[in-house]
């Protein structure tokens, strides 16, 4: 069962057990200390491990008088001026570091191989098709899903979801295999605050190894170029070496990690942030 999605005052949040977690993602300052008061009783209440709350500069010395701290952040995230800080509260323990010598060693590997200039991008092959999906698409959008992903933190693998957030603010894109769908990602635009996020992709498993992430990321940032959107950013899994890789080579800077955050593929994994200002 996926989490629920719900308003806490003028603040939305997403929390269950699916995650483990409450996840304070569109935060307004109306009762502000009220809201960090209901969200920490409902996280006891439920046991969950952690707190995590995307907020503003101006919010953040509230949240870490609250004993929240940051763990990442994205730069212009809201409508391209003030920063966006991702601020963590652990309700059981500190910051879990395991896997952390595991991240640190990709990132490490990673930064080194980004540094050569010779490196370009690939042109899609002939024998694929790249394009927007639309909602004929949205079945077998989630027939790839379910192949990829154990689990999601998203109802992904529900064809209606898929239809409603086309109809709200998500783009999907899709690679192809003659009529086969054998790859795709997601544009979750924000045109309040004019940023993206570059998220949900999959590839299935005999298609990988083919740079079709890394086109479509191209793809992706043509269009939200086209759209003027300034800022894009990702959480990606963090031991995840080929998708860390993929937003690298494009130029996304590292500002950060989530720690035991999101229920992906059957485990509560540790995810990295990267960002892009174009």
Known sequence: MSDIIQKIGHSIIQHGKENNRIYLMKYNEVNALSLLEQIEKLGRDNNYNKIVAKVPLFAKNDFEDYGYKKEAYIPNYFNRKDDCFFMCKYLHEGSPKNHSNEIADILSDIKDKTRNDNWKMPKLPKKFNLRILTKNDTKAMSALYKTVFATYPFPIFDPNYLVETMEENIIYFGIFDKNKLVGVSSCETDTENMNCEMTDFAILPDYRGGN????????????????????????????????????????????????NNTNISGNIEHMNIWYKLI
Request: aromatic letters at 14%.
């Open 212 to 259: 079709l992430s890394l086109l479509l990321l191209k793809e992706m940032e043509d269009k939200m170029i086209q759209m003027n959107f300034k800022v894009l950013y990702t959480i990606a899994r963090a031991i995840s070496y080929g998708m860390n890789m993929t937003f690298a080579k494009l130029g996304y800077k590292f500002s950060g990690t989530l720690y």
